[in-house]
């Protein structure tokens, strides 16, 4: 059996280049593009919008940080600024149509390379492998 420092190393390294890979993938997307940019981007179409501290909360960031993403996602037209309904004085932030569009085609991308990426696993590779992942989330 592995010495488990060896393996925990192992997983670190690997996961860093997985993370490396999400962050040139993002910049695929849109080259004006972070992966922290997107990675909003895409929490505010999960949640069907928010306001930038509750970005700040999830991601665990400084408010002027999501401040300037949201800039950013802003002067690129992947967001709009809607008043907030249960205060007037906050905005809720949300994915314009072309963010929407933008999400969508991004979507379809990693679904392809992961279609692809994984042809040669058998189902109970991948059920377990998503069982991991799953796993190692929920750890907060």
Known sequence: MPDRDV???TIQRELTAFARRARQKAARIHPGLSLVTYTMLDHMRETGGCRGTD???HFLLDKSTVSRQTAVLERLGLIVREPDP???RGQ???PSEDGLRL???AHQQR???FEERFTEWGDEDLERFS???QRYNAVS
């Open 55 to 57: 970005l700040a909360e």
């Open 7 to 9: 393996t925990i190393s």
């Open 103 to 105: 999400l969508d085609e």
């Open 111 to 113: 679904r392809a390379t």
């Open 92 to 94: 809720i932030l949300r």
């Open 131 to 133: 069982g991991y992942l």
């Open 86 to 88: 249960d205060d007037r």
